[in-house]
């Protein structure tokens, strides 16, 4: 599952520590899987009582529920919340413990019970800290384009969703950014009607067909430009060198687009399963260039968020003068 870093102008936790949260992620999936999993082949799901109390609370009254959700175990004295869990810190900020209120027919299902949790988790951890939070649009919840990048890529992929950048103190909104531990995607996705045709151009606009309908569109490639312009810009601030690729992906449709410039790749209905096998094959671990690459977008780009109310109290009772009355 990759990593998502950066979620529109949110404030995530990856911002606070970019090169040790993305390893933190990694040993926190592999370590809750493997426990859930060999609970789920012990026959057991344990859920503190709390969990148990509320979700038996939900099913009340409906019999159909009951019926698919046969076992419940409550085991809390082997499974004691612990004191990190009720009272976070910033040191273990990716504490996650999967919730499984039934027993999943087959590990697959267990598998998505779980990614599925885990892709709640990590809107919630790009978009708050110890501190602040943002208010989220709830489209990302259900947002398939998101949860597809999240879901089926490895583990090692960092992900910057649509992110805000501040270039001279004005915001720009750049395409989507994928991290990998060799290279740095910036995509642009083609979502319209399944099966569309879409005719690329030099120009400034493109031509959508769908059946016996026909529209134009802004040439994608015109942001995908301004974004490679942009993070080329600020890795050459850094004397990094790390590769930078764009691609206008359409994964339900075909692009028809004869000159496309050079470093330009088309992946369309036909093309992209092969790109995609590719990217979930790979097996590097995450890289060093890579982390540093992350930081340095991640420095400049822009974060809307508001102090916790906790902190927001124990910050004005600490700029209180101490003769205050």
């Not at 503190?48 to 698919?68: S, W």
């Not at 046969?70 to 009720?86: D, G």
């Not at 027919?105 to 943002?134: F, G, N, R, V």
Request: aromatic share 12%; glycine share 4%.
């Amino acid at each position: 599952m990759a990593q998502l870093i950066k979620l529109q102008d949110y404030v995530s936790r990856y911002e606070k520590d970019s090169l040790r949260y993305p390893s933190q992620f990694v040993r926190l999936k592999k370590q809750q899987w493997s426990k859930i999993k060999e609970q789920w082949e012990e026959g057991s799901v344990f859920l503190n009582d709390e969990d148990a109390k509320q979700f038996r609370n939900d099913i009340q009254g409906k019999e159909g529920l009951v019926k698919r959700f046969r076992k419940i175990w409550v085991k809390e004295e082997e499974h004691p919340l612990s004191e990190a869990a009720e009272q976070p810190s910033e040191s273990d900020s990716f504490n996650f413990e999967p919730k499984v209120y039934y027993r999943p027919d087959t590990l697959d299902d267990l598998k998505h019970l779980y990614m599925d949790q885990l892709y709640q988790i990590q809107l919630t951890w790009a978009s708050s800290t110890l501190t602040e939070k943002s208010y989220v649009d709830g489209k990302y919840a259900r947002e398939e384009p998101l949860r597809f990048f999240l879901q089926r890529f490895p583990d090692t992929y960092l992900v910057m969703y649509e992110p805000v950048m501040l270039i001279k103190k004005a915001p720009i909104e750049l395409d989507i950014l994928v991290f990998t531990p060799t290279e740095l995607w910036c995509i642009t996705l083609l979502e319209d009607a399944d099966q569309s045709a879409y005719l690329g151009s030099m120009n400034r606009f493109w031509t959508v067909k769908a059946g016996e309908q026909e529209k134009r569109m802004l040439n994608p490639s015109i942001s995908l430009d301004r974004t490679e312009t942009i993070i080329k810009g600020l890795f050459n601030q850094q004397n990094l060198d790390f590769p930078i690729r764009k691609a206008i992906i359409s994964r339900n449709g075909y692009i028809d687009f004869k000159d496309a410039p050079y470093g330009l790749t088309l992946l369309d209905k036909k093309s992209f399963p092969d790109w995609f096998s590719q990217q979930r094959s790979m097996r590097a671990p995450l890289k060093g260039a890579q982390l540093r690459a992350v930081k340095t977008v991640l420095d400049l780009t822009q974060t809307t968020s508001v102090r916790r109310m906790m902190w927001s109290e124990e910050l004005q009772e600490t700029d209180l003068p101490e003769n205050s009355e």
